[in-house]
């Protein structure tokens, strides 16, 4: 053949690795388009059994729906939630690894000297889910039935009273932290890796209290096997009818506990909006609303922007309380 008929040939096969080359990239620029195409990871930095575990897993068998994939739950506990969450702001940021953030969240860059993240910078807020209130339970054959009945054996013993919560940071941590400050009284804070092993150590007789969160401990109060004192939210619960505030009779006290979805930082904007739109249906589903609800939850489910602005608001809240009355990680 003359090398001058190779011409249009060569020039064919140019074109063509151009369209090839061109597809690909179009392909690697648009993620969300396949997003997503294996199962999403949601880590929990809690064990097993407790509130954010129960919230992280009703949430996420109602997303698969609507992702149209599995999403797991990865139970990473230890160190007031910082194992689980470091594990996040260092993963791949393309949308299938997020965390369920909690209270501790916004109290460990002023509770905790050194962390091996910025919140600020590690992470890209998907979806505040809800916030609620802490209750204070006894076992049932607890001898204490009024938060004025823990007020006298504080200040009769010294230190001895004790109190579990779910890992030093968490909001049972640092209810324990206020209720000992407003009330002038010291009592002895017991941190778990999660509130399913605090509870069954309560339940045991190992510890005396615990602030728990209404989505943990409302279980347990419905089958009789802990008994609420009261409520940590300024206001009384609608899910918990007849029990009182603690700040009926410590003024000033309150306390509240949130759940949130994290993705790493530098997740595309169009995976971030996909998850919160799979986050947000999910939330609003009949059976999670109708389950969380029960336990005193009050939903949000709004854009990742409400997420954002409620936890900043909440590290500058918390960072002065915990300046202001000196308080400590165990």
């Known amino acids: 053949m003359h090398p001058h008929a190779l011409r249009p040939l060569r020039t064919l096969r140019a074109l063509a690795g151009f ?6 990239l179009v392909g690697g620029a648009a993620p969300a388009s396949t997003f997503p195409n294996k199962p999403v990871r949601i880590v929990v930095p809690f064990a097993p059994g407790g509130g954010t575990d129960l919230i992280a897993r009703t949430l996420g068998q109602e997303m698969s729906k609507d992702l149209g994939q599995p999403v797991i739950i990865d139970n990473k506990p230890g160190a007031g939630t910082i194992i689980g969450t470091d594990a996040i702001a260092k993963a791949a940021p393309d949308g299938y690894s997020l965390v369920m953030a909690s209270f501790a969240h916004a109290v460990n860059p002023s509770l905790q000297s050194k962390l091996p993240f910025d919140n600020a910078k590690a992470f890209a807020p998907v979806m505040l889910v809800g916030r609620g209130p802490n209750v204070l339970v006894v076992r049932p054959a607890s001898p204490f039935k009024t938060v004025a009945d823990l007020l006298a054996a504080a200040k009769a013993n010294p ?20 209720f000992d400050n407003l009330a002038k009284v010291k009592t002895l804070h017991i941190p778990y890796r999660g509130a399913g092993p605090a509870m069954t150590d309560l339940m045991g007789g190992q ?6 969160t209404a989505a943990a401990v409302a279980p347990f109060v419905e089958r009789g096997q802990l008994r609420a004192i009261a409520v940590t939210s300024a206001e009384p619960s609608a899910a918990f009818k007849g029990v009182p505030t603690v700040g009926a009779t410590i003024p000033g006290y309150a306390v509240e506990s949130w759940y949130g979805l994290y993705a790493p930082a530098g997740t595309p904007q169009d995976v971030i909006a996909r998850l919160n739109a799979a986050a947000r249906k999910a939330a609003r589903a009949p059976d999670f609303a109708r389950k969380v609800e029960q336990e005193g939850l009050n939903i949000s489910a709004g854009n990742p922007a409400e997420l ?7 590290e500058a809240r918390w960072a002065r309380i915990v300046k202001e009355n000196g308080i400590k990680a165990d």
């Open 207 to 212: 510890v005396e209290m615990f602030f728990g």
């Open 308 to 314: 954002d602005t409620y936890v900043r608001a909440e």
């Open 159 to 178: 230190g001895k009273l004790t109190y579990a919560s779910q890992g030093a940071g968490t909001s049972a941590h640092l209810a324990g932290e206020m």
């Open 19 to 24: 369209v090839l080359a061109g597809s690909l």
